[in-house]
């Protein structure tokens, strides 16, 4: 995958754990652990600006482009 999610970089420098992250944006634990781990395959819009209202952060410090 060329697309690597840095979801749980942007957790460490906010001090964020992933249940107190989902419960601010109203996601799933789940899907949140999903994105964290790279194995997402899309993601909405609305999640990546609520992701990125709560870390204080711009889209691109959450995704990556890496050439295989």
């Known amino acids: 995958m ?6 749980d970089v942007a957790m460490a420098k ?13 996601i799933t634990t789940a899907n949140l652990s999903i994105l964290k781990n ?17 870390l204080k952060c711009q889209p691109g410090d959450l995704l990556q482009y890496v050439e295989d």
């Open 14 to 26: 906010c001090k964020i754990s992933l249940s107190e992250l989902s419960t601010r944006v109203g």
């Open 38 to 54: 790279n194995r997402g395959k899309a993601i909405r819009f609305s999640t990546l600006d609520s992701i990125c209202r709560e």
């Open 2 to 7: 060329a697309i690597v999610v840095n979801l």
